[in-house]
């Protein structure tokens, strides 16, 4: 059996490494346009932020092994060739044409199974400017490396970052210091656009601002600007000029679909190749995997684009599989994604709530803010919690995470309940691990969780930070209460101007005070004495009472809007 | 609506706050025997070894109100009595006798609804000297008190710890240190014997040894000797004597039932209050929750006696939402534990190998060591998962974690996946947040669940450490052939005499080297390269060889027996 992969970096490798496992006899080849096999893309923002000292840290195996023709020769029994492009794809005849990219030599290999892991490229928009130079993108490791080497030697002090996706967000964060200055500048009207919904979005924009980046939102990029040497030195957007020293653009990537279109490969709905649940093609000889590839989503049961390492993996294994007649499916997956930024956690899984809006289904919220371990312990910090599912029934639609805190492990639950059909009951009772460091007796998943039960029955009446400050820009009378300790509103005091202050504790005896005839929004830090205020106030007969959800850890990123 | 919770440490203060924000008219009333209230008790061992520096730290809100009387009749609109014993329950007539401990007044209390929160008290064994001065227990805040100001006036230097449960570890890891040797006694043949399986509770041991605790195993003690102050001096062992200045007594918890069996309310099997799946006891007026009542196995279906804050949380909020007529079940548990001690963080869910076997399961397992986040990330650390699965069908029954890294999160993930019944292919098609700071592209969950499904399928063949070290102990011939790097052995060479060493790249020529008369055992530093080295001998024409599950990061937790 002739095995050929087209792509060396994940999905490659992984089909081998498994296909050798299972098959002593095929003749299992990769072909790899580059000269790096088996790299660590995820790691390139890292290199630069100088976190990975060594670009070749990310070529390496954990016991220090470089992954290279000779490794998968010896290691995994694997010929690889690199530097080598396939071209063409005969499939009646079941041959790949080769190029050797550095000699020209060409060459016809036979196949009994091709598979195109043929990646992903940046999706470059298609404005004037974008071959100037000192422009950059960050998608293979010289992109890193050139880049590195550009900010290091020429000190430069001002780059615009073009895309607030996860690369975008990563790679500001790996530039923006004290030294160097970092505009962002993003044509939605929020940051990680195709990861949160604008609320959690907002959270992110404040910590990047409070850490000096420069966000410019709903800001198109219309062209960038050359010097006499052909440097960008400007960039013109929708908001006005920009004077930069380089533009790292991020604007996303699109699968490298072109020699699967050439062989009469079906193309999917999202511009990926469509594979089956054994991730095969049309053609039962070529299978497709990685960034090249198309999946489908748990939720909506539609293809999704979503490139990862992680899934990319998952998708080699299952190839390997069912070359060999193992019964192996890849399962539609939730789009759980996440990255690790300006010191915080942030992820997603399932759907936004804007994206469960737009289909149609109808959405109760939760923003829950708390510490992810006890507050006595001496490591802790604070995480948001989003949790979006259906009013009717409360399944789980989807969830987002964003904190300094470990808010990861909690999305790793979520993900996992949402691949099980969980409802918010179901993530009520779960058993997970409780001890001083790890949680609080309540963990802040659970509290999410009895938070968007409590709104969807109705027994809590919340808002959202969002909604309040639109009804407040809009004019209307409302009375926010703050029920927080007297020291806390002393150290952080809300910036809204006629804002009450009665001290949860105080307000059963000075519950007059507070006014009937507006609605009383009830305010904390987390959110918890915010609804008990509001309780508290509903028993003394106030009808138009709520807790603001998230307390100020949310609404703090909203305030400075008022 | 009148409402009296026997107990104010979890349960009553939670039923209390959650039927409030229920109920404006309900008359909630507290009574609790002791003088501090809702205090976290799982945070004591962390008092005493300084993590927390002051006592009453646990017993404030994280926005540092300290929770007493006023603090839940200000907040809470709840009444508390403390350091107030309820003596004896008149069901027929709802009366609950209460008597103040200090003046003695007793009192008689109507209810319409009644919670037992009495919580558990310390299983002391019956041996001679358990009340001699300087023998401690670890239960209530002024244990924790008197414990830590002992050694610190006394300047000990020698404590001996009684028992190996999640306490007694805590506790031997709050007190060893360079001024301080703790002697650790377990009558059982492993540390944390309710927790681990022997295997994963050796990972324990030699972390433990290495910090230089003696640990005495299968060594009960049959009575504490004191000096002529009365004063303990002297552990008496099946083992011998231990000359010591202090002991600890953490030898488990029994639950407090005496109000409950006197009132002639149903005890389970456990030893527990019985109750049903809202919490109720055999009177529709009582409830019983927390340290006090069973709870029923999710795997098993049998009533369990785990008690723990988080799922006494979990009660209270049924209990709370029961009475007001909510619909709310409690649902069965997992058995969910974790500590972190010795800088591990250690946790198991679901049911062990030794208690799924004597359950008559057709057990399968798998243990599988490797990095919580990529090995180029700045932090990254070891962890071991094992897992526990049915041989038939591969249906999860259960699953352990130990390491350095973040293994708490694989294990609330596992938890998460047990309650809904997964099996080992659902975890490997686990959609799970990957970057590079918080995961390997290949999740170490998912492959301890690839391993899991490699060895019940047959793919691959593996040896545990512990079936190795059992049959090298008993003569048989065996050869353990290193295929790690060069600079790998060197720095940490396996020291069985006779092992073999060939790197995993020099095997594919120097394969004929390897004894084909013997079993064979692959080994390398977390298992993936063995599990290649196998595969590549057997396509050689080996067909005795079988690679070591994790590697030495298990391994060498035994090999020093052999």
Chains 1, 2 share one sequence.
Not at 38 to 49: D, E, F, M, N, Q
Not at 525 to 531: A, E, F, P, S, V
Request: proline residues 4%; hydrophobic residues 40%.
């Amino acid at each position: 059996m002739k095995v050929i992969m087209v792509g060396g970096v994940v999905v490659g490798p992984k089909v081998s490494a498994r296909l050798r496992r299972l098959n002593s006899e095929a003749e299992i080849t990769i072909i790899e346009k580059g000269s790096l096999l088996s790299y660590g893309a995820c790691g390139l923002p890292l290199y630069v932020a100088n976190l990975v000292p060594q670009l070749d840290g990310l070529m390496r195996t954990s016991y220090g092994v470089l992954r290279d023709t000779d490794f998968f020769q010896s290691q995994k029994d694997v010929n690889v060739l690199t530097q080598t492009e396939a071209v063409k794809i005969d499939r009646a005849h079941k041959k790949v044409f080769v190029r050797n990219v550095v000699t020209g030599v060409e060459e016809t290999l036979d196949y009994d199974y091709l598979v195109l892991a043929t990646g992903a490229k940046p999706s470059v928009p298609p404005i004037p400017g974008v071959n100037l130079g000192q422009v950059f993108t960050l998608h293979r490791p010289q992109d890193a490396q050139a880049l590195k080497e550009f900010i290091k030697t020429k000190k430069v002090k001002h780059v615009t970052v073009m895309g607030s996706g996860l690369i975008g967000i990563e790679t500001a964060d790996a530039l923006a210091g004290p030294r160097l200055k970092v505009t962002l500048c993003e044509a939605e009207s929020q940051v990680l656009p195709k990861l949160l919904d604008g609320d959690m979005a907002k959270l992110v924009e404040r910590q990047m601002e409070g850490q000096g980046v420069d966000i410019r939102l709903s800001c198109r990029v219309k062209a960038l600007e050359g010097d006499a040497e052909g440097n960008v030195c400007r960039v013109q957007t929708e908001q006005g000029t920009i004077e930069t020293e380089a533009v790292v653009i991020a604007t996303g990537v699109r699968p490298e679909v072109s020699l699967a279109r050439e062989a009469g490969l079906m193309i999917g709905s999202t511009g990926a190749i469509k594979v089956d649940e054994h991730m095969m093609t049309n053609d039962p000889a070529i299978y497709a995997g990685g960034d090249c590839a198309e999946q489908l989503h748990l939720v909506t049961g539609e293809p999704v684009y979503i490139p990862l390492a992680s899934t990319a993996n998952k998708q080699g294994r299952v190839i390997a599989d069912h070359m060999m007649g193992i019964s192996a499916r890849y399962a539609p997956v939730e789009g759980t994604s996440v990255l690790q930024a300006f010191d915080l956690n942030i992820g997603r899984t399932g759907l936004g709530e804007a994206e469960a809006r737009k289909r149609g289904y109808n959405v109760v919220t939760s923003v829950s803010s708390g510490l992810d371990s006890t507050h006595y312990y001496p490591m802790h910090a604070n995480i948001t919690i989003k949790l979006i599912a259906e009013q009717e029934n409360g399944r789980l639609l989807g969830a987002q995470v964003c904190g300094v805190g470990e808010s990861v492990k909690r999305l790793d639950v979520l993900a996992t309940a949402l691949k099980f059909g969980a409802n918010v009951r179901d993530l009520i009772d779960l058993d997970l691990a409780y001890a001083p460091p790890f949680a609080t007796a309540i963990d802040v998943l659970i509290h999410a969780a009895t938070t968007l039960e409590n709104i969807r029955l109705g027994v809590a009446k919340a808002i959202t930070a969002e909604a309040l400050v639109s009804r407040l820009q809009a004019g209307e009378k409302i009375c926010l209460l703050d029920v927080r300790e007297r020291e806390e509103v002393a150290a952080n005091p809300l910036s809204i101007e006629g804002t009450m202050v009665i001290a949860l504790g105080e307000l059963r005896e000075r519950w007059e005070e507070v006014p009937k005839d507006s609605l009383v929004v009830t305010v904390c830090g987390l959110g918890i004495r915010g609804y008990d205020a509001a309780c508290m106030l509903e028993r003394k007969g106030a009808d138009q009472v709520v807790f603001l959800q998230g307390g100020l850890s949310v609404g703090n990123a909203y305030f400075d809007q008022v």
